[in-house]
């Protein structure tokens, strides 16, 4: 009760507030437990502004840039999403609350594990993962209605937008280790289109496509 009125809050003040209005998204978020996708010791502040650790010196995002780039995904429900950073496993949950299907790719086994499990508490069953290096996609699933990267790339990596179905949309943070931006791409019949959504900070995506450890 008390982490319901939290996330309702959560919602109007920090995401409605900001202007993110695709309706999908505001619903999706006032679903998704998100103090469940943190440690117990973090709970009341799962809700708050601001991204929290996760072990493994990652992080869950701000709830805000959850939204922003679920938005920017113009997700239907048909749509089947790739995920790259599956980390405490919430963007993911965000994403199954809306698309169909979504493919999610995490490099840290403790936290594949751990979402796995929490994906099966909370029966997520359109949620399918694996543990390996997102940087290459997931070749036998795609092409994809929608890519989104949840950690910062030195560039986009041309292997995810060659698994972007026509009309697929990709977002993703590209910059340098201490700030990116968030770059939307749309892949249409005539070519690519590019967008940027503004600055944005994430942990690095490590991979043969991104940075070397
Ligand atoms: N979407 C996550 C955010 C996690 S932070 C959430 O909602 O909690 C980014 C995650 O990307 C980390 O867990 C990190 O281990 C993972 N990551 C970084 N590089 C990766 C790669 N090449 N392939 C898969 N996951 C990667």
Known sequence: ???????????????????????????????????????????DQAYGDYPL???SQQ??????????????????????????????GYQAAVLAEI????????????????????FDRLQYHNIVMRYSDGTSGWEEESPFDAIIV??????????LVSQLAPGGRLVIPVGDQHSQELIRLY?????????????CRFVKLVGEHGWRL
Request: aromatic share 6%; no cysteine.
């Open 99 to 118: 698309a169909y299907k979504v493919y999610t790719i995490e490099r840290i086994h403790s936290l594949y594990i751990a979402a796995r499990r929490l």
């Open 187 to 199: 892949r249409d019949e005539n070519g690519i289109q590019q967008t940027s959504l503004g600055g």
């Open 53 to 55: 650790p996760i072990g």
């Open 1 to 43: 009760m008390r982490f319901r009125r939290q996330r309702a809050d959560m919602v109007r003040k920090q995401i409605e507030a900001r202007g993110i209005a695709d309706p999908k998204v505001l619903a999706a978020m006032g679903k998704v437990p998100r103090h469940l996708f943190v440690s117990e010791a973090l709970w």
């Open 59 to 88: 992080t869950i995002s701000q709830p805000y840039i959850v939204a922003e780039m679920t938005q920017a995904l113009q997700l239907s429900e048909d749509d089947r999403v790739l995920e790259i950073g599956t980390g405490s």
């Open 150 to 159: 949840t950690a910062g790339a030195p560039e986009i990596p041309s292997t």
